[in-house]
T-cell receptor, first 108, second 114 residues
Framework: QKEVEQNSGPLSVPEGAIASLNCTYS??????FFWYRQYSGKSPELIMF????GDKEDGRFTAQLNKASQYVSLLIRDSQPSDSATYLC????????FGTGTSLTVIP | NAGVMQNPRHLVRRRGQEARLRCSPM?????VYWYRQLPEEGLKFMVY????????ESGMPKERFSAEFPKEGPSILRIQQVVRGDSAAYFC????????????FGPGTRLTVL
């Protein structure tokens, strides 16, 4: 079983819509949860991190964590074409474990 | 404040040669992490180093791969006798504290083995 699982996509949403990205993790000992964005050929950049159950909002981004279900999600409101990228979910236990990423395309 | 720097950005090697990848962490960061990203796969942790010490190398292949982070100079990931399967993007990240909230990634080195 993989440490972190994501739907590879591709996920397509129209401009202005809400994009919903999902991630599950296998180990209940995971402590912190991160979302990174990676443009093609570029390095990952941190979007958000979350430690506690519930929602955490930052601008157009909302991270949601449900430890009981071992589930973390990222919502992107008012999606823009510049949001088109691969989104990597990562969990921190003794080291970082990354998912394979979900490819998002925002259609103008 | 310069970000994490990696060089070279692109490296081409023939099978059997050695590859040396360099990483200079952000100023003030003493923790360095190396990751490998294969096509269609996620980032895989390889090794975590602090100055002059390897803290966790659980993700490193047992043979041909080594890493160091000397007191002076960049961290180096060394791959001996490269094979085609080593072709990947290798990313370095740094943080000011161990496994802190934020790891800052460098631009990566894309290794191609012919």
């Amino acid at each position: 079983q993989k440490e972190v699982e994501q739907n590879s996509g591709p996920l397509s949403v129209p401009e202005g819509a809400i994009a919903s990205l999902n991630c599950t993790y296998s180990d209940r000992g995971s402590q912190s949860f991160f979302w990174y964005r990676q443009y093609s050929g570029k390095s990952p950049e941190l979007i958000m991190f979350i430690y506690s159950n519930g929602d955490k909002e930052d601008g157009r981004f909302t991270a949601q964590l449900n430890k009981a279900s071992q589930y973390v999600s990222l919502l992107i409101r008012d999606s823009q074409p510049s949001d088109s990228a691969t989104y990597l979910c990562a969990v921190l236990r003794n080291q970082f474990y990354f998912g394979t990423g979900t490819s998002l395309t925002v259609i103008p | 404040n310069a970000g994490v720097m990696q060089n070279p950005r692109h490296l081409v090697r023939r099978r059997g040669q050695e590859a040396r990848l360099r990483c200079s962490p952000m100023k003030g960061h003493s923790h360095v992490y190396w990751y490998r990203q294969l096509p269609e796969e996620g980032l895989k942790f390889m090794v975590y180093l602090q100055k002059e010490n390897i803290i966790d190398e659980s993700g490193m292949p047992k043979e041909r791969f080594s890493a160091e982070f000397p007191k002076e100079g960049p961290s180096i990931l060394r791959i001996q006798q490269v094979v085609r399967g080593d072709s990947a993007a290798y990313f370095c990240a740094s943080s000011p504290f161990k496994n802190t909230d934020t790891q800052y990634f460098g631009p990566g080195t894309r290794l191609t083995v012919l």
